[in-house]
């Protein structure tokens, strides 16, 4: 894997070391966490400064009923679940939507591919698969949008992003995203909103993509 370049910002990690980070982009920083040492680093550092923080707040005395209701969670049997590793170029925490089952990739034409792991009020996250020297129809965003490269890399008007790397785009944001030449670039991708393309047939197709 080549250095990566492009990370977290502090305030989305901010967000999701405190959990208030929507689950879709929740997903993609867990994933780039465990992919950068630099981000893990950070990840750490901001849940010391949390921990730090409610160490100094003052205390307040629980209520009865919270006080019984807790104490009897210690006594509640302990679900077992099953925690899945990484396999190959996918990171443990999108192994973990997978339900450590391989990608079921759906064709969205050109040889573009995609398989969509959460959809719901929040946004959705999926993975694209897009062969080398394939373009991503040229969009702009109704909201944010954070991609994640697993394999391989994309450019586009922003720059290079190659395997780990993180890129951030907003509605401010218009850009044709280009698989380099090599392997075929997969990528883990999260919105809020809708995407805004400017051609007609993928405005036409958007719904049954979900897009």
């Known amino acids: 894997m080549t250095a990566i370049t492009h ?6 990690m901010a967000a999701y070391v405190a959990g208030s980070l929507e689950a879709p982009f929740a997903l993609v920083i867990a994933a780039h966490i465990s992919m950068c040492l630099e981000c893990r680093a950070s990840y750490e550092a901001h849940q010391a400064i949390g921990g730090s923080v409610l160490e100094a707040s003052p205390s307040s005395d629980l209520s009865g009923d919270l006080r019984t209701d807790t104490l009897a969670l210690l006594d ?5 679940r099953t925690y899945h590793r990484g396999n190959g170029v996918y990171p443990a925490p999108v192994m973990e939507a997978l339900k450590g089952q ?4 759906k064709s969205l034409g050109m040889g573009v591919r995609q398989c969509i792991l959460t959809a719901g009020d929040e946004g959705s996250t999926r993975l694209l698969y897009i062969p080398p020297g394939q373009e991503v129809p040229d969009h702009s965003h ?10 391989g890399s ?16 907003d509605n401010d944001l218009e850009h044709t995203p ?5 392997a075929p670039c997969i990528c883990l991708a999260a919105t809020d909103a809708p995407l805004r393309f400017a051609a007609f047939l993928p405005r036409l197709l958007q719904p049954f993509f979900r897009i």
């Open 102 to 105: 391989p990608p079921r990739w």
């Open 76 to 80: 509640a049997p302990v679900k077992s």
């Open 7 to 12: 990370h977290t910002p502090d305030a989305l």
């Open 154 to 169: 994309f450019s586009d008007s922003t720059g290079r992003f190659g395997a780990g790397d993180l890129e951030i785009a």
């Open 178 to 182: 280009k698989a380099d030449e090599g």
């Open 142 to 151: 109704n909201g944010l949008e954070l991609t994640l490269v697993l394999q």
